[in-house]
């Protein structure tokens, strides 16, 4: 039998309409490293018995229909550098345990049901996190400012969250290439520092409370793609410098308080896709959407 095999390292099962639970006997297995159980249809829980794989390295089983919370057990896998669960059932507050695993490089949760509220000492916690992915996770409180010294983190997604508070300063790591935290209540200005990142390629806060101007330093993120903050609370015109972000694709201010003229923008990027204020307040002669001073946006 399968959980017999106490010297079994890996198990490589992803897209294979695997059914029925994980099961028990799974901590059996004394001497598994890799276990990739994604996009099947397994059920039930998560086993309190997971915390017997002590030398498991990568825990994948996203894309399935697991349900209950997970286990606090998972805090005695202390060799776990990757937890990959998303688009389950999965509910209820994540446990203190997950704190324990200071090994861990990549945490994705996104689309279950789970609660947590980031550690204020996040950065002390994971040191070696590149990716943290929590969309659609309940998050209560806001991102603290530690969460810049994880010089690793290259991936942060805090969509639709449910966090507050102000976006942390920084100086954020150089090794960062996306952040993602729209939908949520963040207040306060989109920091400078945000400018030295040079392999930044998405920027997400669209739909908080953000106030402030468009920093004039984001003209620096040369590798920046895409840039979205529709729906806050932006004044001030749009900095003649971001003409020169060589790589800028898709550009969205719209359902804010900017004012002035993008053409200049349309001149130095043809074909970008932009969504502005274009027919209220705004110039901009590339726009594929525009919106109106009550915020209805056609496209155009």
């Keep these: 039998e399968l959980y017999d095999n106490v010297y ?3 198990l490589w099962l992803p897209f ?8 028990s006997k799974i901590g059996q297995i004394s001497g598994l490293q890799f276990s990739w159980f994604n996009n099947n249809f397994l059920t039930g829980t998560l086993p309190s018995e997971i915390g017997l794989l002590t030398g498991l390295y990568s825990l994948q089983s996203g894309y399935n229909s697991l349900s209950g919370t997970i286990p606090t057990e998972i805090g005695e896998m202390t060799a776990l550098q990757l937890i990959e669960l998303r688009n389950n059932s999965l509910y209820g507050d994540l446990p203190d345990s997950l704190l324990d ?17 980031l550690p204020d000492s996040i950065g002390i916690i994971f040191p070696y996190l590149s990716i943290l992915a929590l969309i659609e996770v309940n998050l209560v409180g806001t991102i603290p ?13 805090l969509t639709r969250t449910g966090i507050n508070g102000t976006i942390p300063v920084g100086p954020w790591p150089p090794s960062i290439q996306s952040l993602g935290a729209g939908g949520n209540s963040l207040t ?28 004039e330093s984001l003209a620096n993120s040369s590798s920046l793609l895409l840039f979205n903050v529709r729906e ?20 969205s201010i719209s359902e804010n308080f900017i004012t002035g003229s993008m053409n200049f923008l349309c001149d130095a990027r043809p074909g970008i896709q932009a969504r502005s204020d274009c027919f209220g307040e ?10 109106d001073d009550d915020n209805v946006c056609e496209f155009t």
């Design 232 to 251: 806050n609370e932006i004044t001030g015109n749009v900095p003649q410098a971001y003409g020169s972000l060589q790589e800028l694709s898709i550009f």
């Design 16 to 23: 294979n309409e695997i059914s029925g639970s994980i099961g």
């Design 282 to 291: 705004i110039v901009c002669d590339c726009c594929n959407i525009c919106c």
């Design 101 to 117: 695993l200071s090994n861990l490089q990549q945490l994705s949760l996104s689309y279950t049901n789970v609660s947590w509220s």
């Design 188 to 215: 306060g200005t989109i920091p400078s520092s945000f400018g030295d990142l040079s392999s930044l390629t998405l920027l997400d806060f669209a739909t908080n409370k953000l106030t402030g101007r468009l920093p």
């Design 145 to 157: 400012d530690s969460i810049t010294t994880i010089q690793p983190l290259q991936t942060l997604d």
């Design 8 to 10: 079994l390292q890996a």
